[in-house]
């Protein structure tokens, strides 16, 4: 699942947000002006092309390397 495309969030970007967010589950601030990307592409440094990598970009912004995930949710 890494170093393929950045995955495109549909969270808002607050880089201080992780400090104030629930531990379980956190949705992202309400709002903001850059969407959150998570991961890295074949463009990038390996330093950034880890899953664990968070940055951010303007929502009208294309980029060849950004895509998304198809996530299922399942009742526990």
Known sequence: MCQNVHEWC??????AYYAVSPAVNPQ??????????RGGAWRHHIKF???????????????ADYGFRVVVATAP
């Open 28 to 37: 992202g601030p309400p709002a903001g002006i850059r969407r959150a990307s």
């Open 49 to 63: 092309s880890r899953c664990a990598a968070r940055s951010s970009i303007p929502p009208e912004f294309r980029y």
């Open 10 to 15: 549909s969270d808002w970007y607050d880089p």
